[in-house]
């Protein structure tokens, strides 16, 4: 019978940091579910149990608020939901893996930007990114030079157009940028951002950090600033099926739990 969910995390967490996380932390806020920390890399899992009492321990708000108060403490928080781990091991244990310190390491000279189709940037971030690959205009790739090889991609959306003191700006989104699992491509955004502001000249980029991974302090070398941080979404989810549907398209059948992630944090690159 395979391991459970928060015996399963638990294993790839030691085999991977060499250390058993403890399941105490003084800074964490209450919380029904199970955490693990890493001291000696300060980061702490708050792992998220999908089952029928969740509802009932987790009123509005609860994961944001969570973990707002605990990060106080100056920990990294990353909160795991259940259905996620199910549904993206793999890319979990990549992200697990270069919080280690174990990645791959490719670097951005070593590469080129090119522009991508539709269907090789919904396979690539499909596969290589937690969030898949949603709509979008532009698409770009990171290839190695001397291979060809296809390490990276970002994607970015149409144009939305907004006044900011009295004049009108083209506004675009960073939606998805990722590496190839088990790799870190330094300065490999950067690269990216270049190639895309030579091409479409945007008055302004921005992009979203989910809450529950990524801090999304890399942004800010890149000279994005943070501006705020969005209200939490709700989304329904069945045990056993582990597919998230929006709060407005609840499935037929029963069985289906409400839940709320902990938002997103929101960043922008002014051009002009």
Excluded at 113 to 142: C, E, M, Q, W
Aim: with cysteine; net charge positive.
């Amino acid at each position: 019978m395979p391991a459970g969910f928060i015996t399963d995390f638990e294993q790839q967490v030691t085999t991977l940091f060499g250390t058993m996380p403890q399941h105490l932390y003084s800074g964490a806020s209450a919380t029904p579910f199970r955490i693990l920390y890493l001291s000696q890399h300060n980061i702490l899992f708050h792992l998220i149990q999908i089952n029928a009492v969740l509802p009932r321990d987790c009123p509005p708000g609860f994961f944001a608020v969570w973990q707002q108060k605990t990060e106080e403490s100056g920990v990294r928080v990353i909160q795991v939901f259940e259905d996620v781990w199910h549904t993206r091991r793999q890319n979990i244990i990549c992200l697990l893996t270069s919080l280690a310190g174990k990645s791959q390491k490719i670097f951005a000279r070593n590469t080129i930007i090119r522009r991508i189709t539709r269907p090789v940037a919904d396979n690539f971030l499909n596969t290589h990114h937690l969030g898949g690959s949603p709509s979008a205009r532009f698409k770009y790739g990171v290839f190695i030079k001397k291979t060809n090889e296809l390490v990276g991609a970002a994607t970015f959306s149409p144009p939305r157009k907004f006044y900011r003191d009295g004049k009108e700006y083209r506004s675009y989104e960073l939606i998805r940028y990722a590496g190839i699992n088990g790799a870190n491509i330094t300065g490999g955004l950067s690269k990216v951002l270049k190639a895309f502001i030579e091409d479409v000249q945007p008055d302004d980029i921005m992009t979203y950090a989910d809450r529950c991974w990524w801090t999304g302090d890399s942004y800010l070398p890149l000279g994005f600033e943070w501006i705020e941080n969005t209200p939490p979404q709700a989304f329904w989810v069945k045990t056993k099926e582990w597919v998230r549907h929006s709060a407005h398209q609840k499935p037929d059948g029963e069985g289906y739990l409400q839940l709320e992630n902990a938002g997103n944090r929101k960043f922008l690159l002014r051009l002009k």
